[in-house]
């Protein structure tokens, strides 16, 4: 799963199928209309085992699901039996606490069948007095909007310090409305006692591709130098650990990294926030994007691990580089890119998160446009419609030697084959350079 790795056996306390998290992968996260905002709403609570230890656990489920067939109760107890892990992946170091921070993070569980569910997490202490332990309040779905599931989030935490009862009528009344079309809002109707009624607008994000991205997140912790470093490794799908203390910084910088390299994927293990038990991810010998909580910096130094980039995101530094990250994109658009970032960083007059996240996108598409945006006149259709990509034409046409020198790898990554692999099936008339 995508906040997850290939697990050994459910008896471990990891499920069959919890990895290779694909952000952006259209096949399975896309918008229908009439389809429902989450499938889930669990509460995660931490409960004191024997030993003295917490381990999380669920503690209530709406909906609860019956009638199901074999395949899809087998799927659903993977489900379940994942969601706890990701929702506390600092393992049970846990004791209870009169204060604590609300914390908003999200992870990626994958299927067997490739389909994906994203959880969005708000982490809380619930009201009270005295010492508390904190719980989490977990929204599954398959819908990839992170800004508008934060809103619903707040919601259901200013619920939460009301009473759990008030929060169940939101939820059933947000379960039976469609979720919005891009650009469109939609508006649930709310009963909170002494409050009255409440009208929730939700509005969905006009570009779907940056729905689920937090760009200010980046810009605020690395410079647009870094930035640079971190894209070029990503983009030779090299192998990346982020480190940081908080789940949500470490949930936001990773989501945005993936999104700069739209319109790629990364295909690839892609794990925000990689729980305890499973640290060992960072030894595969295969390309990763992993987040790892900064208490376990030794431990995952201490690991067998091949080369990899790690980034300190508290620091705003590189810990560990493999040492050409510098050389690989070419200069001259090196530059533009920095020059891009710089003035998106330091212009005062963008204020909105969805001003910075749809000029830094520009910045990047305008990037892999200018790189490899000849693509399609270097496919070669057959008679019977089926495309053929003429990979050595391709980098030929490309005069700067620097550029074809990172096409010439760009091409022999899986975001580049699985990008021209749909290009080939879908052929659209295609004028000049596309």
């Known amino acids: 799963a995508s906040e997850g790795k290939d697990g050994a056996s459910a008896a471990e306390n990891t499920p069959p199928r919890v990895p290779q998290g694909k952000p952006g992968e259209r096949s399975s996260v896309f918008y229908s209309p009439g389809q429902f905002f989450f499938e889930y709403l ?3 609570s931490l409960k004191k085992m024997p030993d003295g ?4 656990k669920i503690t209530y489920q709406f909906p609860k699901r019956e009638n199901l067939l074999k395949g899809q109760k087998e799927e659903e107890e993977r489900l379940l039996q994942a969601i706890p892990l990701f929702c506390f992946p600092d393992g049970n170091n846990w004791a209870p606490v009169t204060e604590f921070t609300s914390e908003t993070f999200s992870f990626v569980l994958t299927n067997v069948d490739g389909s994906r569910k994203i959880g969005y997490c708000r982490r809380l202490l619930p009201s009270g007095r005295g010492v508390r332990l904190p719980e989490v309040f977990c929204i599954i779905s398959c819908l990839g909007c992170f800004g ?6 707040d919601e259901v935490e200013k619920r939460r310090q009301i009473s759990m009862a008030v929060i169940y009528p939101f939820m059933q009344g947000l379960r039976e409305s469609p979720f919005p079309a891009p650009g469109k809002t939609v508006t649930i109707k709310s009963f909170i006692p002494e409050s009255g009624t409440e009208l929730i607008e939700l509005t969905r994000p006009v570009d779907a591709h940056l729905e689920h991205v937090e760009f200010q997140a980046l810009l605020q912790r690395l410079s647009p130098h870094l930035i640079l470093h971190i894209f070029a490794s990503a983009m030779l799908e090299r192998r990346l650990i982020f480190l940081a203390e908080e789940l949500s910084v470490l949930s936001q910088c990773i989501h945005a990294v993936a999104a700069l390299l739209y319109p790629f994927t990364w295909a ?6 990689v729980p305890e038990c499973l640290l060992d991810t960072v030894c595969c010998p295969t390309p990763f994007m992993v987040g790892i909580q900064m208490r376990h910096l030794e431990r995952v130094l201490e690991q067998p691990m091949e080369e990899a980039l790690i980034v300190d995101l508290c620091e705003g530094k590189i810990i560990r580089a493999v040492g050409d990250e510098e050389e690989i994109l070419p200069g001259k658009l090196q530059n533009e890119m920095l020059i891009s970032l710089n003035r998106h960083n330091n212009n005062n007059n963008v204020h909105t998160s969805e001003q910075v996240n749809a000029l830094v996108s520009e910045a990047f598409v305008h990037f892999f446009v200018r790189l490899v945006g000849h693509y399609a006149s270097y496919i ?3 008679r019977s419609g089926s495309g053929s990509f003429q990979e050595r034409a391709f980098c030929k046409a490309i005069t700067s ?3 074809r020198r990172l096409v010439k790898k760009f091409v022999k990554t899986n975001m580049f084959s699985l990008f021209i692999e749909e290009a080939e099936k879908s052929r659209i008339p295609q004028e000049g350079n596309g």
């Open 42 to 44: 669990v509460v995660v």
């Open 401 to 403: 030697k620097s550029c």
């Open 380 to 382: 070669k259709w057959g």
């Open 268 to 273: 690839h293990t892609y794990i925000p926030v």
């Open 53 to 56: 230890h917490y381990e999380p």
């Open 148 to 153: 508008l599931f934060s809103k619903i989030l």
